[in-house]
């Protein structure tokens, strides 16, 4: 069993028997799970009252504030949950979060009615974040296996009377790249649009299925290929427009450009083997195979030399993530 499972495991675990520990550091490239689990724990914690729930964003927090929320009496005598969203990645520019002070604080924190819960979209690996891990229950969400995608979509269905089968769940799960939100809202849609219908046909599939950022980032890279940094740029803004982060695109760039090379030296001519061994709708085949064209090989596995690099620097605090991205984008344009 791998490490994710393990976590989601003992979450469900402590959940059943209401067992919660102080602090809670969840991080990761699931956001959907980081939601998901900071709802169920906090909610599981408050007993349904979410009036004790409070929530501080990195951006704006105040570390006077905060402080006097974690040592404040509760007058109900109910437990609260505080939820810290992203404040590694504002600490250094937030001068009013001092999160260096809230961790030391953190570690003789002993209040019976206060609980921790930080959540961290794009962590950044540094010796306050290990210092935090240290002393909290740390979970780090990825991405869960193509099987269990499949048993998570079909559950989900299941719970709405629906059947779906393995196949169809496959394609909707690669039409949005694994992203589990993507996914879980889409679901919601079809659900919708079958009504009283339980079981989804193809075109209920197809008529249904809405703009992936996987598409978007295709059609950028497409028009950066042929030197329409125009258009490239204009697909960068729908990007942000859909509400991806600039840590998912550049993950989305990396496993475009491994499609690529992997396609490069392909010798396999069977367009359903390629797919297979791509990770990627048959449909997209040619699709890939003709971009591949653009780039040599040696060019791609500079690109992906550099898209990992960019991200470890990242993590690090090396570099901030929008400087990365253009750094990126003028290496595949130039």
């Known amino acids: ?23 809670y550091l969840f991080y990761g490239q699931e956001i959907f799970l980081i939601d998901e689990y900071t709802k169920r724990i906090s909610r599981a914690i408050v007993n349904g009252n979410t009036n004790n729930i409070i929530r501080f964003d990195g951006e704006d927090a105040n570390y006077n504030d905060i402080v006097n929320e ?6 109900d005598l ?52 290990n210092s935090l891990k240290s002393i909290a229950f740390s979970a780090e969400f990825t991405t869960p296996s193509m099987p269990d995608l499949i048993k998570w979509v079909q559950n989900i269905m299941a719970k709405e009377g629906k059947v779906i089968s393995e196949n169809m769940a496959q394609e909707i799960i690669m039409h949005y790249n694994k992203d589990m939100m993507l996914i879980y809202n889409y679901l919601q849609v079809l659900i919708s649009y079958l009504g009283k219908k339980s079981r989804p046909a193809h075109e209920d599939i197809l008529k249904t299925l ?73 449909f997209f085949v040619d699709k890939y195979k003709k971009q591949s064209e653009a780039f040599t090989l040696d060019k791609i596995k500079n690109i992906i030399q550099r898209t990992i690099e960019y991200e470890y620097m990242i993590k690090r605090g090396q570099i901030d993530d929008e400087t990365a991205l253009e750094m990126l984008l003028y290496q595949i344009v130039k």
């Open 1 to 23: 069993m791998d490490r994710s499972k393990e976590i989601i495991k003992e979450l469900n675990s402590q959940l059943l028997k209401k067992e919660f520990k102080k602090i």
């Open 70 to 75: 974690m040592i404040s009496i509760s007058f």
């Open 78 to 129: 109910q437990p609260r949950v505080l939820i810290f969203k992203n404040f590694f990645k504002y600490s250094t520019t937030n001068s009013n979060l001092n999160l260096s002070g809230i961790v030391e604080r953190l570690k003789d924190f002993n209040s019976d009615k206060v609980y921790i819960i930080f959540k961290e979209y794009e962590a950044k690996e540094n010796k306050l974040f």
């Open 210 to 282: 809405t703009d992936n950022p996987q598409d978007h980032i295709f059609q950028m890279l497409d028009a950066f290929a042929t030197k329409d940094v125009e258009s490239g740029f204009r697909y960068l803004k729908e990007l942000y427009q859909l509400k991806t982060s600039v840590s998912k695109i550049l993950a989305l760039i990396l496993r475009h450009f491994k499609i690529l090379g992997m396609m490069k030296e392909l010798q396999e001519t069977n367009k359903k083997q390629i797919a297979k061994q791509l990770g990627i709708l048959e």
